[in-house]
């Protein structure tokens, strides 16, 4: 899976949510347009090809507003699938947002 597979795909018809999901993004403020700038500016940071029932990745992007936010999709052939999207934490990750911190 690589950004370039999910661009082609990121447009509101192809973008699948789950009502868990949208819950979520509702309780962070994020909306469609969010997730789908985040994934046009974005970059894949971790990958996640054993992941049932598609393979995901957490991409690295920004929101319309410019801020950071973490977005992961899982992809099939035809349609991306929403799993989350949270603005990531700086005691959570390293400066650059995509590195981890230790525990």
């Known amino acids: 899976m690589d ?5 082609a795909l990121c447009s509101p018809k192809h973008i ?4 868990h999901a949208a819950k979520r993004l509702e309780q962070r ?3 469609l347009k969010d997730i789908i700038s ?4 974005g970059e894949i940071i971790e990958q996640y090809p054993d992941d049932y029932p ?3 990745c957490l991409i690295l992007g920004q929101n319309t507003g410019r801020s ?4 992961v999709i899982g992809m099939n052939e035809t349609d991306l699938f ?5 603005f990531p934490d700086i005691n959570k990750w390293e400066e650059d947002f995509k590195t981890r911190k230790e525990n």
Not at 16 to 19: D, H, L, N
Not at 68 to 71: G, P, R
Not at 82 to 86: D, E, K, W
Request: charge should be positive; proline fraction near 4%.
């Open 29 to 31: 403020g994020i909306l």
């Open 3 to 7: 950004i370039l597979e999910l661009r």
């Open 38 to 41: 985040s994934i046009q500016t």
């Open 82 to 86: 929403l799993i989350t999207a949270y």
């Open 54 to 56: 598609y393979p995901s």
């Open 68 to 71: 950071l936010i973490h977005t």
């Open 16 to 19: 699948k949510i789950t009502v």
